[in-house]
Nanobody
């Protein structure tokens, strides 16, 4: 099982980035997916999640209306569109996958990082003021 994030970088405040997370080694639509981030000296923070099937999504308040999660099951990839970036968004961003094969879990979105089975290595996002 492998999750590989990409798309991070340096951007000015107000700018946008699109993060990608390519998955391999498991049946992609049998997993719920999530995005998290961790800034230096801070705890890991949940951002958004999306269900394996049905497209159910959820966002944490800190990023609601600025970030958008999506997935392409044909490409085994989950995305996180980051808009209106702020310096406080600077962090390493991680994607994660949770097995959700049985009903009703296939259509559920998981917010708790402790529920996730697999993690990527992270991609750095730096927002300058």
């Amino acid at each position: 099982v492998q999750l590989v994030e990409s798309g991070g970088g340096l951007v000015q405040a107000g700018g946008s980035l699109r993060l990608s997370c390519a998955a391999s080694g498991f049946t992609f639509d049998g997993y719920g997916l999530g995005w998290f981030r961790q800034a230096p000296g801070k705890e890991r923070e949940g951002l958004s999640c999306i269900s394996g099937k049905g497209g159910s999504t959820n966002y944490y308040d800190s990023v609601k209306d600025r970030f958008t999660i999506s997935r392409d099951n044909a490409k085994n990839t989950v995305y996180l569109q980051l808009n209106s970036l702020k310096p406080e968004d600077t962090a390493v961003y991680y994607c994660a996958a949770k097995a959700a094969v049985a009903l009703p879990f296939q259509y559920m979105c998981f917010r708790n990082s402790a529920e996730y089975d697999y993690w990527g290595q992270g991609t750095q996002v730096t927002v300058s003021s």
